[in-house]
């Protein structure tokens, strides 16, 4: 979700420049997107924090792991980067997951989209359309590489597990 806020941003920025506007003045078309982003974002972890039987801090700490592709050195890290592993496996196999995430999109910036146009306030709308279809994009990029990124951490954990298993070390000791 933040690499799609953060391409909506951009992609509001260009716009606003090639009218010739200021960029601040698309934060009235911004606001709504990140509050919706970011409470989306909240239920999403502590979602995912309950399916892994853990806190939300041990989703952060799982997720970054996850975006590092690291693994991390004590077992319980382990055990839940695992278990963010399977549960975004799972998230992933269901395509609905993705196509909500587009239709909730596709909604608020079709609203805030045909607001700006029954105002008259065309480079609005402009830039609302640039918004959400840069939100877009990076919403599929995302999911894209979120996928090979749960291959390459589901081996490098993996590799962490089958070393420790075969030195004999302890659950918080690396070989």
């Known amino acids: ?32 997107i990140w509050v919706v982003t970011t409470l989306t974002g909240r239920w999403q972890a502590a979602a995912a924090a309950a ?32 278990a963010y592993l399977a549960y975004s496996r799972e998230r992933r196999a269901r395509r609905g997951t993705f196509v ?18 029954l105002d008259g306030d ?20 995302s999911w894209q590489r979120n996928g090979k990124r749960i291959a390459k951490t589901e081996r490098a954990l993996a590799d962490v597990e089958h070393r420790a298993a075969r030195t004999g070390a302890g659950p918080d000791e690396r070989s």
């Open 1 to 32: 979700m933040a690499l799609a806020l953060a391409a909506g941003i951009i992609a509001g920025t260009v716009v606003m420049l090639l009218l010739g506007e200021s960029p601040a003045e698309f934060l009235p078309v911004m606001v709504p």
């Open 51 to 82: 399916a892994m039987g853990t806190d939300l801090a041990g989703v952060r700490r799982a997720q970054r792991a996850f975006r590092k592709k690291e693994v991390p050195e004590d077992a319980e890290g382990r055990r839940v980067l695992g």
């Open 100 to 117: 909500c995430a587009w239709i909730v999109l596709g909604l608020l910036c079709a609203g805030v989209l045909v607001l700006f146009l």
């Open 122 to 141: 065309v480079p609005a709308a402009l830039l609302t359309a640039a918004v959400g279809l840069g939100m877009a994009l990076a919403l599929a990029v």
